[in-house]
């Protein structure tokens, strides 16, 4: 983004959770020195959903630019990089960009926190 050269793949609308770096390390340790957290999993954010294009403006609005215009459909980036994916497999080289980076950029994945607020 600060090179001016992404683009944006869907609408945005797919949703993420966000959490501070040290909120991070604070939720480890709890984890680390609390008896009832061993063999579990915990879902750690701040608590909101936010959606991708959110949070694409936002990174645009930190760096002085404005968000990307340019927004390419799903299926059309998902269909080209399956092509690279299979074609280069062919060929023996690996395609840096395949399907399933599509899919995870693309996955709504916003997980709610339950539990302590640290």
């Known amino acids: 983004m600060a090179r001016r050269r992404f683009i944006s793949i869907g609408d945005g609308s797919n949703r993420r ?11 480890a340790v709890l984890a680390v020195q609390h008896p009832n957290a ?7 954010s ?7 294009k959110e949070i694409i403006t936002a990174i645009c609005d930190a760096l002085g630019r ?7 459909p799903v299926g059309t980036v998902r269909l080209a990089a399956g ?6 497999r062919m060929i ?3 395609s840096p960009v395949g399907r399933a980076t599509i899919d ?13 607020d640290i």
């Not at 061993?38 to 750690?44: P, Q, R, S």
């Not at 701040?46 to 991708?52: A, E, R, S, V, Y």
């Not at 404005?66 to 390419?72: D, E, I, N, T």
């Not at 092509?83 to 280069?88: R, S």
């Open 17 to 27: 959770t966000l959490i501070y770096d040290r909120d991070v390390a604070r939720a």
């Open 38 to 44: 061993a063999g579990k999993v915990y879902n750690v």
């Open 46 to 52: 701040d608590g909101q959903f936010h959606t991708l």
């Open 66 to 72: 404005k968000p990307p215009r340019l927004s390419v």
């Open 83 to 88: 092509i690279l994916e299979d074609a280069g």
């Open 92 to 94: 023996g080289f690996k």
């Open 104 to 116: 995870k950029y693309t996955e709504d994945i916003a997980a709610r926190s339950w539990g302590l």
